[in-house]
């Protein structure tokens, strides 16, 4: 459904894009993942054509955004860096202008969408009066206007609470199941993305350092919570499997190793095993190991 392709772009003496390429299919929730100066918010503007790329190309739905760009926005809703509200008028007024700009305003079909948000309480209070979740809402409702298929989302739920997180979970892939829209978002509560993406693209300095599914950052060794007693004693029987230790209490054991053995030869010794729980690894652990701790994902 989107295709980027050997994006470049440098501003002044530093690059901020170098040749990155991934794809987003029909009905996925994609997660643009990096540190600061990733170049995640580059890559966003340059997929709305509001920042022109030095080499590489954008398709959606098959139109390139460079060559197209109203053709290949048509079909595009987003929230890109900080929504701006005229602060003295109602949600409503601010949905009708702004929805006047790019193409007019359904009224029958703004206020279905002002209900899907959760929002008809209070859309025709001033913005002024709006807490920030009630801003993202809005923002949200302008982004759904258009009835795009494919949503892109600048750190949606930045400044949320954790209800209001998960409102927004649940509404995206709410979205997903019933209408099969296509998300592209980049956010830094790696948790978050977790539960929501399929799949997730990293970039780092400029980079891309890595694109796939969520569910394929399995790790290629076995990870487990250990509690033995006493813990120098057990090293030996763990190095005789093939395994490590990554820190007391954390150890690692080859894919094809048996745990059980394992504990077999640990009692055997006279090694008391209190506890022995399997780590599955998360997002956030492949992350900061494939970026080495480098930034926050911001």
């Excluded at 501003?11 to 995640?40: C, D, M, Q, T, W």
């Excluded at 009708?96 to 007019?104: A, E, H, N, P, T």
């Excluded at 949503?151 to 979205?175: K, M, S």
């Excluded at 077999?264 to 992350?287: C, N, T």
Aim: aromatic share 6%.
């Amino acid at each position: 459904m989107l295709e980027a392709t050997a994006l470049s772009k440098t501003f002044g003496a530093k690059p901020a894009l170098k040749e990155v390429s991934f794809r987003v299919g029909k009905g996925e929730i994609h997660g643009l993942l990096g540190h600061n100066g990733a170049g995640k918010s580059t890559t966003l503007g340059i997929i709305l054509g509001m920042v022109m790329p030095d080499a590489g190309d954008v398709t959606i739905g098959g139109v390139s955004v460079l060559a197209d760009r109203s053709q290949a926005l048509r079909k595009v809703g987003a929230i890109f860096e900080s929504p701006a509200f005229y602060e003295y008028l109602s949600g409503w007024e601010n949905l009708r202008i702004l929805m006047s700009y790019s193409g007019g305003f359904d009224e029958k079909s703004a206020r279905e969408t002002v209900e899907r948000v959760g929002l008809s309480k209070r859309i025709h209070s001033k913005v002024r009066t709006y807490s920030h979740g009630m801003r993202q809402r809005l923002a949200l409702a302008q982004a759904l206007l258009p009835e795009p298929e494919v949503l892109l989302l600048d750190e949606p739920t930045d400044g949320l609470d954790p209800e209001g997180i998960r409102w927004f979970r649940d509404f995206i892939l709410g979205l997903r199941d019933e209408r099969g829209m296509t998300v592209l978002f980049n956010s830094h509560l790696l948790a978050e993305v977790e539960l929501m993406c399929d799949r997730v693209t990293i970039l780092r300095e400029g980079a891309l350092v890595f694109e796939g599914a969520v569910g394929g950052m399995q790790d290629e060794d076995l990870r487990f919570d250990v509690d033995l007693d006493p813990w120098e004693r057990a090293l030996p029987i763990l190095h005789s499997l093939g395994g490590q230790a990554q820190a007391a209490g954390r150890i690692h054991l080859p894919r094809e190793a048996d745990p059980s053995v394992l504990v077999e030869r640990l009692v055997g010794a006279g090694i008391r095993v209190r506890a022995m729980a399997p780590v599955r690894r998360s997002l956030e652990d492949f992350y900061m190991e494939l970026l080495g701790g480098a930034g926050s994902p911001n």
